[in-house]
């Protein structure tokens, strides 16, 4: 693999690793757990990461013409908190989710599904030529791994919220993919001295911006969450 595709590569893998090793010792008590996705519990966030480990699946397995429309950065530029399509997504995830009378099924289907994305993705990592197709925009493998790794490390924060303090916490590797990402759609590096599990958290509009971080940001504090 070129050294960019190994980077996302890798940094999807562990990423699936870490969020999996959670979610594979979790029971039915603590599935119903709230996360940090608002009107989610533990499961139903579960059911959405099992629908994008779906949507990798699939992607790895759909070539397209290119040029790519976007990339690993700018991919996140249609995704916005508060739109009818996030509210849509809220509900509906909630109805699949529901659908699994006991948590063990949706546990195991997570499992498999995150197995096999993996296994695509180094299968298919070694033609540096070929794009891909996903909710219609082209983009190149690499780059697919990259939001599918950004995709399930915010979500790993989401699903330890209310877990105890000394639950698996997301892949270093999965937290470097989302700071590049981040700083990316900001435009440079962010002046904020946040860890990289705080970066993540205010710029998804998880946590608050305070007077001082704002003062840090300048103009682009209006410009937060940078995707959510």
Known sequence: MQAGVTDAFGALQEAYA???QV?????????WLPSGCAGWVVRDLVFHCVSDAQRGLVALHTPADGPPDVDAVTYWKDWRSGTDDALNERRSVRVGANMFAEFEPLRRLY?????????????GAGDAERFVRTQGHVLSPADLMATLAVEAT?????LVAHLPADTPRPSAAGL????RTLDGLLGRPVPVHW?????????TGRSPLSAAERRLLGADAGRFPLFG
Do not use: K, P, W
């Open 23 to 31: 979610v594979g010792s979790l029971g039915e008590e603590a599935s």
């Open 154 to 158: 915010i979500h790993h924060l989401d």
């Open 195 to 203: 860890s990289d599990e705080e970066y993540a958290s205010a710029a």
């Open 18 to 20: 870490a969020f999996g």
């Open 111 to 123: 499992l498999v599904t995150a197995a096999a994305t993996v296994t695509a993705a180094e299968r």
């Open 176 to 179: 470097a993919c989302v700071r």
